[in-house]
């Protein structure tokens, strides 16, 4: 075993210059993945990562101090318009580090939209199969039966049962789970078999590289082949230069930055772009939310955040009245002091005091929107924003509220067929709601503009559309760049719709394909 290797940018003194014959911008599903299979290859490769390099010996439980540690802008970014927030990991093994574990398969019917729409042979589900089962393998996921749904989980699906809907147990990836909810936080005991805990350490290992607080700031080439990547230095939170400058020499460069970052980086070392696509057509799966009074107490802070899920509404789209909305997946959320304080906060002294006094009673199921597959939809677009910054605008179109507002009313109603004894939407006007009718009413009166309704998001893909020509996409089905040809994106950013679930499957999956082809390519070149 080779001593592993990493460096600390806040902590450097001089700038810093490595050789590698594979640079990977980016630690989280895509990268990680990338990065064990490029090593076990025998290629020498370099990690960056915006981040810190954060343990389960250093992580916090508490929510104030974790934030800032592990996710971008300490919780808070948000889109153009501050219409949705949107979570997204900033540490070492990015968004698998802070998640909640669930583990889907890419849907079929996402996968032969792909092959039917844009071509992509290599992702049909014959193909993919083999590549699930191996991520699937390594990672050690499987269906959550080492304990009962908690309680907020289980509301969900006693709700689905009294109206007749079906519901699951999802699929997790973790190993000796102790049920205690922190995922988010970051797992403490090493349970969740995030990249942090498995692919980064292997590929260190085997001799890969590590540098942590340094953000990527351009790809240098000459319109042909990439040579390498420049990057500066960061303090502790990842957040402000230190001054000193990092570059990495490689023969092939590997984006893994996530949805808005890698188009970023793409668009601000000006890569060509012949199909227009850049940045464009991104996905947020956003998210409508409810809160639901249980007497029983829930304690929905506690035990696995995710491990029921039901598919109702998947498939909905233009069943309800006629007219087009998106789909849906039905998923329990985890209420912590934070969030519950978050959608209070317009209250002052009693009244928001009386909400969080109830924590413990507090039920949360979100309804998790598929994008990208509906004509009525903009879609988001990733924009430069000053020298290094980066902003996603993502419009909350009639067609996106429409289906937020529709679903706020059907949560509802799942809550109350699981005994809630009011509801409260996730609004900044909301007000306790007793009945469906009330739910119903409130939602034709109360202004549903952004910032009013609040949506939220975890989940970006697209940006870097991967598809059949460069006339069409800003990479092929392997992820190698049309116009730059040793450059690669691996990374949710390829992906031409949304996935319509949680997709750290998904990535793990496509980044096991293109990796391994990459790393067959780069062995034999």
Not at 18 to 42: F, K
């Given at each position: 075993m080779n001593k592993r290797i990493t460096y600390n940018g806040a902590a450097l003194t001089q700038d810093l210059?490595?050789?590698?014959?594979?640079?990977?911008?980016?630690?989280?599903?895509?990268?990680?993945?990338?990065?064990?299979?490029?090593?076990?290859?025998?290629?020498?490769?370099?990690?960056?990562?915006?981040?810190?390099?954060?343990?389960?010996k250093t992580f916090s439980q508490n929510e104030a101090e974790a934030f800032p540690m592990l996710y971008m802008d300490a919780g808070a970014q948000r889109t153009k318009d501050k219409g949705m927030v949107v979570l997204q990991g900033r540490t070492v093994g990015g968004g698998t580090t802070v998640n909640w574990t669930t583990s889907f398969r890419t849907p079929d019917f996402t996968l032969r939209f792909w092959e039917d729409q844009f071509g992509l042979k290599s992702f049909s589900s014959a193909t993919m199969a083999s590549h699930f089962e191996a991520v699937e393998q390594r990672l050690n996921m499987h269906t959550w039966q080492e304990a009962a749904p908690n309680t907020n989980n289980a509301l969900l699906a006693r709700g689905c049962e009294k109206l007749g809907f079906k519901s699951a147990i999802i699929k997790r990836n973790v190993k000796a789970c102790a049920n205690s909810g922190l995922c988010g936080l970051g797992c403490p005991i090493n349970a969740k078999q995030g990249m942090l805990v498995t692919t980064i350490p292997s590929a260190l290992d085997l001799g890969a590289t590590l540098v942590y607080c340094a953000e990527a700031m351009t790809i240098q080439h000459d319109g042909k082949r990439a040579t390498g990547v420049e990057a500066l230095a960061m303090d502790a939170l990842g957040q402000t230069p230190t001054g000193k400058k990092i570059r990495v020499q490689a023969k092939h460069v590997v984006l893994a930055a996530g949805a808005i970052r890698s188009p970023a980086l793409l668009m601000r070392s000006k890569v060509p772009d012949a199909s227009g696509k850049l940045g464009k057509r991104t996905f947020l799966h956003p998210v409508s939310v409810t809160l639901g009074r249980m007497d029983e107490p829930v304690n929905a802070f506690h035990g696995a955040p995710h491990s029921v899920y039901s598919d109702h509404y998947m498939l909905h789209e233009g069943k309800v009245n006629g007219t087009a909305r998106m789909g849906y997946k039905l998923e329990a959320l985890p209420v912590t002091p934070l969030f519950l304080?978050?959608?209070?906060?317009?209250?002052?002294?009693?009244?928001?005091?009386?909400?969080?006094?109830a924590l413990?009673?507090?039920?949360?199921?979100?309804?998790?929107?598929?994008?990208?597959?509906?004509?009525?939809?903009?879609?988001?677009?990733v924009e430069l924003s000053g020298d290094t910054g980066v902003v996603l605008d993502y419009p909350v179109t009639d067609f996106v509220k429409k289906s937020l507002v529709e679903s706020t009313v059907e949560l509802a109603e799942i809550q109350f067929a699981a005994g809630a004894r009011y509801v409260m939407p996730m609004h900044l006007e909301a007000k306790p709601l007793k009945s469906l009718d009330e739910v119903r009413q409130w939602t034709q009166t109360a202004s549903m503009d952004p910032l009013r309704l609040l949506g939220g998001s975890a989940h970006v893909m697209g940006g870097c559309q991967m598809g059949s020509a460069a006339s069409n996409s800003v990479?092929?089905?392997?992820?190698?760049?049309?116009?730059?040809?040793?450059?690669?994106?691996?990374?949710?950013?390829?992906?031409?719709?949304?996935?319509?679930?949680?997709?750290?499957?998904?990535?793990?999956?496509?980044?096991?394909?293109?990796?391994?082809?990459?790393?067959?390519?780069?062995?034999?070149a």
């Open positions: 210059t490595l050789e590698a014959d594979v640079v990977i911008v980016g630690t989280g599903a895509g990268g990680g993945m990338t990065a064990e299979i490029l090593a076990q290859a025998g290629l020498k490769v370099v990690m960056l990562e915006k981040g810190g390099y954060h343990t389960a304080a978050s959608l209070v906060d317009k209250n002052f002294g009693s009244a928001s005091a009386e909400v969080m006094k413990p009673h507090w039920h949360a199921i979100d309804a998790l929107h598929r994008d990208g597959f509906n004509e009525h939809e903009g879609c988001g677009t990479v092929n089905e392997w992820g190698r760049h049309h116009a730059i040809e040793n450059l690669s994106v691996i990374d949710g950013s390829v992906f031409p719709t949304s996935i319509g679930l949680n997709p750290q499957l998904s990535i793990y999956a496509s980044a096991h394909k293109n990796a391994s082809a990459l790393a067959k390519a780069l062995k034999t």
